[in-house]
T-cell receptor, first 112, second 113 residues
């Protein structure tokens, strides 16, 4: 089965740094995604980690530890527009194909 | 062109109606997906098409019928839906070889009355 856990909500201050954690237990693992989703909109891709370690992309970084079943998304220099839900999703093989399962998402509120 | 388009943007239908949702991409992706997302919930996978063939059906009720007429188009035919089927329906696509980064369309907001 698949189990992906994230905090439900977080609040952080504009200009600060916030870390959103994700733990997972899945049958098979190919990689882990982070998506951003604003209310009423479709998810937008942020990152995809396959190997252990930190990947940095501008203000956003994503970390993966496969042995610990753990990932985090780090957002630096927070802006008001970063208020959104952040979805952790795991890609695993399923019947010869890739299947992506989403966590419940973390709703981030950035305050002035 | 890195866009997935979906029509209509909004749809209201009665329980006896038949309607279709459409999705299109011109990125040459060979995998296309339908997801259902209820309010404040994550997207839930419904169907996966790979090279125009249905590869994954997540035990979706038969009142939802997917179709992939060609590599750029994906339809979802709706018939005899229930009010609890009201949700945001998202289409996505990805390169099958990579099977990773999924590009999402804007979604169709469906309301069943």
């Amino acid at each position: 089965g698949q189990n992906i856990d994230q905090p439900t909500e977080m609040t952080a201050t504009e200009g600060a740094i916030v870390q959103i954690n994700c733990t997972y237990q899945t049958s098979g693992f190919n990689g882990l995604f982070w998506y951003q989703q604003h209310a009423g909109e479709a998810p937008t891709f942020l990152s995809y980690n396959v190997l252990d370690g930190l990947e940095e992309k501008g203000r956003f970084s994503s970390f993966l530890s496969r042995s610990k079943g753990y990932s985090y998304l780090l957002l630096k220099e927070l802006q008001m527009k970063d208020s959104a839900s952040y979805l952790c999703a795991v890609s695993n093989p399923s019947g010869g194909y890739q299947k992506v399962t989403f966590g419940t998402g973390t709703k981030l509120q950035v305050i002035p | 062109d890195t866009e997935v388009t979906q029509t209509p943007k909004h749809l209201v239908m009665g329980m006896t109606n038949k309607k279709s949702l459409k999705c299109e991409q011109h990125m040459g992706h060979r995998a296309m997906y339908w997801y259902k997302q209820k309010a404040k919930k994550p997207p839930e996978l419904m169907f996966v098409y790979s090279y125009e063939k249905l590869s994954i059906n997540e035990s979706v009720p038969s009142r939802f019928s997917p179709e992939c007429p060609n590599s750029s188009l994906l339809n979802l035919h709706l018939h005899a839906l229930q009010p609890e089927d009201s949700a945001l329906y998202l289409c996505a696509s990805s390169q099958e070889e990579e099977g990773r980064k999924q590009y999402f369309g804007p979604g169709t907001r469906l309301t069943v009355t």
